[in-house]
């Protein structure tokens, strides 16, 4: 995005980020025409200012509940449709409807707020001045994932050439009736496909992630829709207003240990 957008939020793309080395670039086998069509992308979505869209989105999840795993159903599938709203480099809503709740995000720049729609309760977090900084923060400190938001990582294809064996051009699909570049990038530890707009703007249109490395490989899918593009959103709309009577939650910071 210009130099002050560097990094969209919505909710995170469950792709892992990796700091791309010059090994890993040449062990990659990668196509010219995925990789122009990905710059390409890379390059209209960094000179935007603004923009909203509509994500629908479906996760499989783990089955929890009996108390012992493999009392379970196995995976589930959830879905979400995703409301965002952004304003570079600095101010994000976002409202996410799904069949595991309503939530929304707000982020202003000086404090990230969420509330909870179903329980009428809401938790704030002072956050770093810039979106990339909060949803590095973020996730980090509390494990919340702001999904699809990777497409936007100026180093998007780097990272995406770091974790994968080959990065490959398909040929055209279609999506929701709009004609679109299909690139798949496989690796080790999960394969990823991406759906690009086959037009002058190039914006992502869905992707689908399958993670090889989990158990029964869990899958997640986004599809995009309803794309503005530097819309004029006011400020005001980012600074989040408690509901009357609604609670305030402290979020506790995840465990780190448990994962080492």
């Known amino acids: 995005m210009k130099t002050t957008f560097v990094y969209l939020f919505c909710i995170l793309l469950p792709l892992t980020t990796y700091s791309q080395s010059a090994s890993s670039a040449d062990a990659t086998q990668a196509d010219s025409v995925a990789l122009i069509i990905l710059d390409r992308m890379s390059a209209v979505i960094g000179e935007l200012a603004s923009c909203s869209y509509t994500l629908h989105t479906s996760r499989d999840l783990q089955d929890n509940t009996f108390f012992l795993p493999e009392e379970g159903l196995g995976l589930i599938k959830h879905f979400t449709k995703d409301e965002v709203y952004m304003v570079g480099p600095d101010k994000l809503l976002v409202n996410a409807n799904g069949d595991r709740g309503?939530?929304?995000?707000?982020?202003?720049?000086?404090?990230?707020?969420?509330?909870?729609?179903?329980?009428?309760?809401?938790?704030?977090?002072?956050?770093?001045?810039?979106?990339?900084?909060?949803?590095?923060?973020?996730?980090?400190?509390?494990?919340?994932e702001f999904p699809a938001a990777d497409f936007f990582n100026p180093y998007f294809t780097d990272d995406l050439l770091a974790q994968s064996d080959k990065v490959l051009y398909l040929g055209i699909s279609e999506i929701n009736d709009k004609e679109c570049f299909h690139i798949v990038a496989a690796g080790k530890t999960m394969s990823v496909q991406l759906w690009i707009s086959n037009d002058a703007l190039t914006?992502?249109?869905?992707?689908?992630?399958?993670?090889?490395?989990?158990?029964?490989?869990?899958?997640?899918?986004?599809?995009?829709?309803?794309?503005?593009?530097?819309?004029?959103?006011?400020?005001?709309?980012?600074?989040?207003?408690?509901?009357?009577?609604?609670?305030?939650?402290?979020?506790?910071?995840?465990?780190?240990?448990?994962?080492?």
């Open 203 to 260: 914006l992502p249109q869905k992707i689908v992630i399958v993670h090889l490395d989990q158990e029964n490989s869990p899958q997640y899918e986004a599809t995009f829709t309803d794309w503005q593009l530097n819309p004029n959103l006011p400020d005001a709309i980012f600074n989040f207003l408690p509901p009357p009577g609604a609670s305030e939650l402290k979020l506790i910071p995840r465990d780190t240990t448990l994962n080492n």
């Open 102 to 144: 309503h939530q929304g995000i707000w982020y202003n720049g000086e404090q990230l707020a969420y509330y909870s729609y179903d329980e009428h309760n809401y938790a704030l977090l002072d956050a770093p001045a810039t979106i990339l900084e909060t949803i590095y923060a973020i996730n980090a400190t509390y494990g919340v």
